[in-house]
């Protein structure tokens, strides 16, 4: 009774154990039904970049790297030719092929941008989609678009700038030395010009003052011309002068003259109070010949007794000096027929080129101009000469 409910059950198992087998063979068999297929690539060409050949790659060739040239980047792709599929491709990387677009078998993509791209393909059958087939494009880019060419470019600019900047630099300092070294030289000679004259002047001075005055006026005068020419010599070495030390050296020079002149030249200084007589400079040898010149050609030639007004005022941050006199005025002074008719236009000349000199050292420019005095009546009443001198005043030094 036992053996045979036993050997009952092994058989009622049997049906379980094939309908086991068949659900998995039907389930393997509709997995296997599903699954997406592949396609096909027929050929591919090319131009490839290295060679520069035109490329072709059948079936058994194919490769998911295409190089191809920058001058011919184009590519033809020839897929399997299966009227129950469809074709879709995208470019990534590519304007306007970024998204899924049908196509037939055969594709050609003609002008591909330089750079990296993604071909992929796919197709559809049946519902059913297949695996994407996916291939990299690179299209190089010539080498002055590379980034290393431009930052080369970029730094040989950068460089060439540089050294431009620091010729330019050298030259500009070459040439400002150069020139300081010739109006270095033309001040010394400037002022080598000017000061023998005056010396020449005072020494004919000499011989009036004896004929004129006798022993006594002459040893005035000696002591006067010693002390100026004291003077002289020590203004020789420096390029400017204080206001204190211009007055009391044109103060001097005024005497000396007035010495062997008939009658005695009157001198009257008006300076504004603003300025500080001790630290405010003037060009050296720079007032004098205005002063010589206010004497020779305006003063000795009236024969009468002569003034000298010399005005030192502050302008915003210059000092204006005004020199005027109560001589003949240059119209008539040009008309004399005096040894002194042609030295007048030398040493106003000597001067401008030496506030020419000057004004290379100074960003406010110093500035000369005569200007002629006339009475109501018209007569000439004298001369004023006006410079313009920056409080600041800088030398060479």
């Not at 300092?173 to 080598?192: I, M, P, T, W």
């Not at 210059?318 to 030398?346: P, W």
Request: net charge negative.
């Amino acid at each position: 009774m036992n053996h045979e409910s036993c050997q009952t059950s092994s058989l009622s198992k049997y049906p379980i154990i094939f309908l086991f087998i068949f659900l998995f063979i039907g389930l393997k068999s509709g997995a296997q039904n599903k699954e997406a297929f592949d396609i096909g690539i027929s050929q591919i060409e090319y131009i490839d970049a290295e060679t520069e050949q035109l490329t072709y790659l059948d079936s058994k060739s194919l490769t998911n790297e295409l190089r191809l040239s920058r001058n011919y980047n184009h590519v033809y792709i020839e897929l399997e030719n299966s009227p129950d599929v469809e074709y879709t491709f995208k470019v990534t990387g590519e304007a306007g092929l970024g998204d899924w677009e049908k196509t037939t078998n055969k594709i050609h993509l003609v002008g591909l941008s330089r750079g990296e791209h993604e071909l992929c393909i796919r197709g559809k059958r049946n519902g059913l989609s297949s695996n994407v087939q996916q291939f990299k494009i690179y299209i190089s880019s010539p080498f002055y678009l590379e980034w290393w060419f431009i930052s080369l470019i970029i730094l040989v600019v950068v460089f060439v700038f540089y050294m431009f900047l620091v010729l330019e630099s050298k030259l500009l300092k070459e040439r400002k030395d150069r020139n300081l070294q010739v109006s270095n030289l033309e001040a010394k000679a400037y002022r080598a010009q000017m000061n023998p004259h005056f010396i020449f002047n005072a020494l004919n001075g000499m011989q009036t003052a004896m004929i004129l005055g006798g022993e006594r006026e002459f040893n005035k005068y000696i002591t006067s011309f010693s002390k100026l020419i004291r003077n002289t010599i020590e203004m020789s070495s420096v390029d400017r002068i204080s206001i204190t030390d211009e007055i009391h050296y044109i103060t001097n020079y005024i005497e000396l003259q007035g010495h062997r002149l008939e009658e005695k030249i009157d001198l009257e200084f008006n300076i504004d109070p603003r300025i500080n007589q001790d630290e405010v400079y003037l060009p050296c040898m720079m007032l004098q010949p205005i002063v010589e010149n206010s004497i020779v050609h305006g003063i000795i030639p009236k024969k009468e007794s002569g003034k000298i007004t010399i005005d030192l005022i502050q302008e915003d941050e210059m000092l204006k000096i005004c020199v005027t006199d109560n001589g003949i005025g240059r119209k008539a002074a040009a008309k004399q027929r005096e040894k002194y008719a042609k030295h007048k236009s030398f040493a106003t000349q000597i001067m401008r080129d030496r506030i020419n000199i000057f004004n290379y050292y100074n960003d406010r420019k110093l500035k000369f101009r005569i200007e002629d005095l006339y009475n109501d009546d018209g007569s000439a009443a004298g001369t004023r000469d006006i410079l313009y001198v920056p409080l600041d005043l800088k030398t060479r030094h």
